[in-house]
């Protein structure tokens, strides 16, 4: 069984790490996911006999890393999933885009999921909006490290939006360069109310320094 990187953890929920390339639930690849990866983990470090009860509540694509929040119990889905819905729970992510972006901005689209599965702008999608800051501009690469906080969540809003204004992500094969390099895209912040106790809670975390993270002060 893979390592799973668990920040917090209690009878309602779990948070953990999703690695790069990692599944957030199963599909038809058949490869390991993060949903079932916590199960077991839950059912052995509890000795729990049956079925293991974990809610997804949110996802993130598959060459995406970074924090997930996990329900425990279907009351903590439910209160956990309107917080989504309400757009009261705060996420944040890391990015390296190619070329030099403006220090900051507000990025608003409409964009439309095809039935290919990738997305594009268009005038009769979904409203898309989403705030960044230039941290770090590498000149020598010509590559931009960005803080993004999602206002909307539509399908590869961000690899999109920036791409569309011919700042790509660098290692989206989709919509960028085909490089073959791993999609610098991490989920590093996120905030949230407790279920049960209402307790604000906050959670940040880095990428490795591994590939094109390292020629930044993350």
């Known amino acids: 069984m893979n390592k799973l990187k668990v920040f917090y953890e209690d009878n309602h929920i779990i948070v953990v790490e ?5 599944l957030s639930q ?18 052995i470090k509890y000795n729990k006999p049956g079925n293991v009860y974990i809610g997804l509540i949110h ?14 119990s279907s009351k903590a889905a439910s209160r956990l999933n309107k917080q989504f819905q309400e757009h009261t729970i705060s996420k944040k992510y890391l990015a390296i885009v190619r070329g030099k972006t403006f220090e900051s901005g ?6 439309k999921k095809l039935d290919n599965g990738n997305t594009i702008v268009c005038k009769d999608g979904k409203y898309a909006e989403l705030d ?17 906080e999602l206002k909307t969540g539509r399908h590869h809003q961000i690899r999109v939006q920036f791409a569309s204004r ?29 279920p049960t106790t209402k307790e604000n809670l906050e959670f940040t975390s880095k990428p490795c320094k591994i590939g094109y993270w390292k020629y930044f002060n993350i």
């Open 18 to 22: 999703k690695s790069f390339n990692v």
């Open 26 to 43: 199963g599909d038809a690849t058949g490869d390991l996911d993060l949903l079932t990866m916590i199960k077991n983990y839950i059912k």
């Open 59 to 72: 996802r993130l694509d598959r060459p995406v890393g970074g924090i997930m929040v996990f329900a425990r």
């Open 106 to 111: 507000t990025l608003k689209d409409n964009l």
């Open 132 to 148: 960044y800051k230039l941290l770090e501009y590498n000149k020598e690469l010509d590559m931009s490290l960005v803080e993004i």
């Open 166 to 194: 011919n700042h790509p992500l660098v290692g989206d094969q989709r919509y960028g360069i085909l490089d073959k390099e791993q999609l610098c895209l991490y989920s590093y912040y996120l905030k949230f109310i407790h």
